[in-house]
């Protein structure tokens, strides 16, 4: 199956749970403000959050008034095209300037930081470039061993200490590694960590300090891992997150199985911060650039 057809699978739950509903809102029925009411409490129940549904919807309400939309065939296309206009263009993760290019990965427990590293990893290495992670997740000697299987997976370098000592200065020492043997991207691992727990942060903000001093323009993306199932406290997370220690974009894991696919316009329209990566299962090839357009079509067919 091509990532087209992972996607689409992936987003079943979130289309049969939104595009259906929108369907059956119309099915026999006029537009009216009863019908459009429906249709903007089912966008809010989707997880697209207040400010796209309200931009959304005030689209639709005028063109309704004006006469140009009729139908709920209409109403849909219209739809797509404002969900489409929402997310704006294509902003992956572009590798550039001196190297290593670090990438801080941060993000709270479970969400899906290592694996989106191993795949981002094998990802870097099928484009030939040479990858090198950080096992700053020294927490538990698990997190150190699920990064190793990763590195060895992704045909990666590791660098690790001992469980329980200092991540900055895994994240130090692997830079410093990186810069001698003249690796192209470094991935930094952390522990996951609740955006509500002030020494956790503190700890966050001590190793971005310490990975600027290994290297000035670094970390060159900070990038929080969100899981789109936890849907609305995806974005109270990424403006915890940002607050703290500067969010560069996101990666928004999980999107298969969850019928709260409608977080991607949320975390686009009220945070601002680019979505680069989506996650569509635990697969090593179920990381993708996050595509607007392949998403709204995936979402819609
Ligand atoms: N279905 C699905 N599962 C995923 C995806 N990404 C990650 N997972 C799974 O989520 C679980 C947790 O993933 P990890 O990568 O260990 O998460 P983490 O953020 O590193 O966890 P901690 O280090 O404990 O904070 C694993 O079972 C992964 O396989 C995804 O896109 N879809
Ligand atoms: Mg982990």
Request: charged fraction near 30%; glycine fraction near 10%; aromatic fraction near 4%.
């Amino acid at each position: 199956m091509g990532f087209f057809d992972r996607l689409k699978d992936g987003l079943a739950k979130t289309r049969m749970g939104f595009i259906g509903k929108v369907e059956s809102i119309f099915t026999g029925r006029k537009i009216d403000r009863e019908t459009l009411e429906e249709l903007e409490e089912t966008l809010i129940v989707s997880d697209v959050g207040t400010k796209a549904t309200a931009e959304i919807m005030s689209v639709i309400r005028e063109k309704v008034r004006r006469g140009e939309v009729r139908d709920g065939v209409s109403v849909k296309g219209l739809l797509k095209r404002e969900m489409r206009a929402i997310l704006g263009d294509r902003q992956p993760i572009v590798i550039f300037g001196s190297s290593p290019f670090v990438i801080l990965a941060v993000g709270v427990n479970g969400v899906g930081k290592t694996t989106t590293i191993g795949k981002l990893a094998s990802r870097f290495r099928s484009e030939g470039l040479s990858v090198l992670l950080a096992a700053g997740d020294t927490f538990r000697a698990a997190g150190i061993e699920q990064l190793e299987i990763w590195a060895k997976r992704a045909d990666a370098q590791i660098v690790k200490h001992q469980k329980g000592s200092d991540p900055a200065a895994v994240a130090f020492d692997a830079i410093v590694a990186a810069k001698n043997r003249g690796i192209d991207v470094v991935i930094v691992d952390t522990a996951g960590r609740l955006h509500t727990k002030i020494s956790l942060m503190e700890e966050l903000k001590k190793i971005r300090r310490i990975v600027e001093k290994a290297m000035p323009e670094a970390p060159q993306e900070v990038l929080l891992v969100v899981d789109a199932t936890t849907g609305q406290n995806a974005l109270r997370q990424a403006a915890l997150f940002n607050e703290a220690i500067g969010v560069t974009g996101i990666a928004l894991t999980k999107l298969d199985g969850t019928a709260k696919g409608g977080i991607v316009f949320a975390v686009k329209k009220e945070l601002g911060i680019p979505v680069r990566l989506i996650g569509v299962g635990e697969g090593i090839d179920d990381l993708r650039d996050f595509d607007p357009e392949e998403f709204v079509e995936a979402l819609f067919s």
